[in-house]
């Protein structure tokens, strides 16, 4: 189940108190349902040097080997100390890089307590040049409107701690790297889920980590205030398709490890990818016929998906969804 | 009248003998080569379901859409040209079938049962040794994770876990949410399976057919190699269907065989025999004989 405080970072105590008594049973409401104390994590080793680590928020991608730890996302904050806990029996090496999929705190919500516990390969000319804090902490790794959405220019209050923020971004459509014996490939997939989601890919193990690119038990979660859009959904679901290679009968092979839920393989992202096309693709066809938002959600586009997909409640409705598509179909993505 | 001791302990002993050789309840193993018997729902099954044919499927509104949206040239995409059917599904196929056991050698205790169907060639384990089914988080298959265990002289069989399938070939989904009861049942040379779907997304009652098989010990099954091939070029990401009311080939099933259209689009409702009843009934007070209602579409 996808947290329902994922587009919203941990408030400061002060700026908790300015507000009302709404917005604070809200937050009271997330901090009862994050209580770490009732969160349970699950390792399941997917292949190669790759494993699934599940509980902590969004679904984590670990990877082990002779050269450290690697992570993509770190889950919720307050499930940081499980992680890591976690981290330590499945591997005793240092932890070297965290890569985040993107910016909700389900995925970066452990970045700074991870990190922190991590070490950066450094030396020669750049220990010789900053001294010993460059390798303080492990690398963060993620597309730079990442970072962005984290930080915030100076002298103004910045969403996230500095400890929590990127260190290493990239602004280009592909960021490779080697680490435990093979090759790893960060991939930028504009405007789909935010504006600066990435999938991982690792080439020897044969594993994706996509982020919530992909979130098999729910309709895709389309961020608009954060540059979110079906069609880069879409884009970045054949991305994965494209990539992926099963093997015998259309199963195994290449896998994928989802934002959220159960670990999946090429023929159930084709499944979900169907089902994102042909919304679209229905909801576009109002869309150039005419119909408002409200005519749209009227006509049902997504009647035969929503006893799998959708939601009356919670954070992220059926017509929520609904009304993202029209907006991304209707509307000019924002670019950061 | 006088009992004759030596008879009856005799008759005892043949009993007692008689008893110990049968398996212990009367256990039938389903082991060997299986050949399809294709006589029980064939043109279903061999040329393939009609477009639009959703009678006796207790579906829901839902599984209707999907159903009317789907478009056979989804079929042409190569990640959807190596698919197997699911384990639900497959014993309907052209299913050539092997079934054997794995026996632990130091409890004689069955493991497993594997099934081996000859189209696509999926192959299937039944758990046998009580294990538990694994948590949500592990990956569905096209076979899914299969459980048994012996009522009677019956082994039923317990499925979830399983990758999005179908019921019918004609675009009626069955999805990964639902659980899958199979009833195996080996009557000499004969083989029955009755599968009950339950799908909590897209069907309002549990969905049971059965399919037979004859034994066949000269049977060789072939391999069944895939690979997936360009055979018409779509763009890639496309995906085949149709808009919501434009498919114009649901009314064909209803046309041709002369049967009404609203009873075409399945439910069930159509499952059971009064809906002949009704049919009758609405065809009469319409003013024309049953089944001469014209799809409307």
């Known amino acids: 189940m996808l947290n329902p405080d994922i587009f919203q970072f941990p408030m400061k105590r002060r700026t908790a108190l300015k507000l009302g008594g709404a917005a604070l049973a809200r937050l009271a409401w997330g901090q009862q349902n994050q209580n770490p104390a009732n969160t349970q994590l699950h390792v399941l080793p997917v292949q190669g040097n790759v494993s699934m680590l599940v509980g902590a928020g969004g679904n984590i991608a670990v990877q082990t ?9 770190t889950g919720l904050a307050q499930n940081a100390d499980k992680v890591l806990a976690m981290i330590r029996e499945m591997s005793k090496g240092t932890i070297r890089y965290v ?76 960021k490779d790297m080697f680490f435990n014996g093979e090759g790893i490939q960060i991939l930028h997939q504009p405007n789909a889920h ?26 895709p979660i389309i961020d608009l205030p954060r540059g979110g859009n079906v069609q880069g959904i879409i884009a970045a679901l054949n991305q994965i398709i494209k990539l992926s290679i099963p093997a015998d009968k259309q199963e195994g ?36 016929k005419g119909m408002t938002l409200a005519q749209v959600k009227a006509a049902q586009p997504t009647l035969d998906y929503d006893p799998l997909y959708g939601s009356n409640t919670g954070f992220w409705t059926t017509d929520m969804f609904v009304e993202a598509v029209y907006k991304s179909l209707s509307e000019k993505p924002e670019k950061k | 009248m006088k009992i004759n001791r030596a008879k009856s302990t005799g008759a005892v002993l043949f009993l007692a003998v008689g008893l110990l050789s049968i398996p212990a309840f009367a256990q039938r193993d389903p082991s060997g080569e299986w050949s399809p018997r294709f006589h029980e729902d064939q043109p279903e099954r061999i040329p393939g379901p009609e477009i639009g044919d959703y009678l ?16 056979a040239s989804l079929l042409e995409l190569p990640e959807n040209q190596c698919r197997p059917h699911p384990s639900d599904y497959a014993w309907r196929g052209p299913a050539n079938l092997r079934i054997w056991k794995d026996i632990d050698t130091a409890t004689q205790e069955t493991v497993a049962y594997h099934t081996h169907i000859s189209w696509q060639a999926p192959e299937r384990t039944i758990w046998m040794d009580g294990r538990p089914h694994p948590p949500d988080y592990v990956a569905h298959t096209w076979q899914g994770f299969s459980t048994g265990k012996w009522e009677g002289d019956t082994l039923t069989v317990t499925t979830d876990h399983l990758k999005e399938g179908w019921i019918r070939r004609n675009g009626i989904p069955r999805s990964e949410k639902a659980t899958v009861t199979e009833h195996i049942i080996r009557h000499s040379n004969y083989l029955t399976v009755a599968v009950i779907i339950n799908d909590p997304v897209y069907l309002t009652e549990p969905f049971i057919r059965t399919t037979d098989f004859s034994l066949d010990p000269d049977q060789q099954i072939a391999p069944y190699p895939c690979e997936a091939v360009v055979e018409v070029q779509h763009p890639f990401g496309s995906v085949p269907h149709h808009l919501p009311a434009t498919n114009k080939f649901l009314p064909e099933f209803s046309n041709r065989f002369k049967i009404p259209y609203e009873a075409t689009r399945g439910g069930a409702e159509t499952m059971y025999p009064e809906y002949m009843q009704k049919v009758k009934k609405a065809s009469a007070e319409a003013g024309s004989p049953a089944g001469t209602t014209q799809a409307k579409r």
């Not at chain 1, 989601?197 to 729910?218: E, N, Q």
């Not at chain 1, 934002?259 to 693709?281: E, K, N, S």
């Open chain 1, 65 to 73: 080997g002779k050269d450290g730890v690697l992570l993509v996302d």
């Open chain 1, 99 to 174: 890569i985040n999929t993107h910016v909700h705190p389900d995925h970066v919500g452990g970045n700074e307590k991870i990190a922190k516990a991590g070490k950066t390969i450094a030396g020669g000319n750049v220990v010789g040049n900053i001294g010993e804090s460059a390798s303080e902490g492990a690398a963060v790794i993620a597309h730079e409107n990442v970072l962005n959405r984290m930080s915030a220019p100076t002298g103004q209050q910045a969403p996230t701690p500095q400890g929590a923020w990127p260190t290493d971004t990239f602004f280009v459509t592909e």
């Open chain 1, 194 to 219: 935010t504006d600066g989601d990435s999938i991982v890919f690792f080439r020897r193990s044969d594993v994706i980590a996509a982020g919530d690119l992909f979130t098999p038990g729910t309709y």
């Open chain 1, 253 to 288: 092979g290449t896998y994928v490890i989802p934002g959220h839920g159960h670990l999946c393989d090429q023929a159930d992202v084709v499944v979900y990818r169907d089902m994102v096309t042909i919304v679209r693709d229905r909801v576009q066809d109002m869309v150039k």
């Open chain 2, 56 to 71: 006796g499927i207790p579906i829901n509104a839902a599984a209707r859409l999907r159903a009317d949206s789907w478009d």
